[in-house]
């Protein structure tokens, strides 16, 4: 039996390219899934599309509003009495020289993949805070380590969040609650569908694969702390 049996497991961006592979990898994990993201009927359409066995809690949400990530935590706590795992697998890019990047722009990589991240994470520790342990996952990619040409509003964001959650995990450390970070690289999501650059994206990894790599993060044991972690393709690899 999988140690994920019976532990409640939030996805925020369930619906996205990542999330929905965590989705499908954990639905034999025994875990109780709670997925979140903004569009019901995407959510309500992902949860009939697992195994029958699967516990599925479904919560539209969209993290840009801290209101409503209080009321997702709400209901977790209301249909669930615990929150053991959160995966923070939401956010959006942008690839645009620096001169042409707008107030909007910018306002949309910061108040999805920055400030969005910030309410989910700092909501679901105060559950976690109340059981003295928890653990909290966040995608952040390879451009929250490494610098790349086009993206200065996107690496903003992302480096914003590998600050926060660092604090936080100083933070939070006395009370169980553990935090990894992933840096991977090309992933071939729909992320890429809005990008004018040429990308080979056969060469890029699978949502299956970079699920894969998160699970086992998740299962490792209690006193382990997978910290940082970087899964990169062979065409596309930084140190």
């Not at 875990?31 to 599309?49: H, P």
Request: with cysteine; net charge neutral; glycine share 8%.
């Amino acid at each position: 039996m999988s140690v994920l049996a019976d532990r409640v497991v939030l996805v925020v961006g369930a619906t996205g390219g990542i999330g929905q592979a965590v989705v499908e990898e954990l639905q034999g994990s025994g875990a109780q899934l709670v997925l979140a993201a903004r569009s019901s009927d995407r959510l309500q359409a992902l949860a009939g599309q697992l195994s029958p066995a699967t516990r599925v809690q479904i919560q539209p949400c969209d993290i840009t509003q801290p209101e409503q990530v209080s009321q997702l935590m709400q209901a977790i706590r209301r249909e669930q009495g615990r929150l053991d795992v959160l995966i923070n697998a939401a956010g959006a890019g942008l690839l645009k020289p620096y001169q042409k990047i707008t107030a909007t722009d910018l306002d949309q990589m910061l108040d999805l993949n920055l400030k969005g991240c910030f309410y989910t994470t700092q909501q679901a520790a105060e559950l976690m805070k109340e059981q003295q342990q928890g653990h909290i996952c966040t995608v952040v990619g390879i451009l929250g380590k490494h610098s790349m040409a086009l993206a200065s509003a996107y690496c903003a964001a992302k480096f914003g969040v590998v600050g926060f959650s660092k604090c936080m995990a100083e933070e939070l450390k006395r009370y169980g609650i553990r935090f990894s970070l992933f840096y991977f690289g090309g992933v071939d999501t729909p992320f890429w569908d809005a990008v004018s650059l040429k990308v080979d994206r056969q060469k890029l990894l699978r949502p299956a694969t970079v699920a894969r790599f998160i699970r086992a993060a998740l299962e490792t044991d209690a006193h382990a702390v997978p910290l940082e972690l970087s899964l990169m393709p062979d065409s596309h690899v930084f140190f």
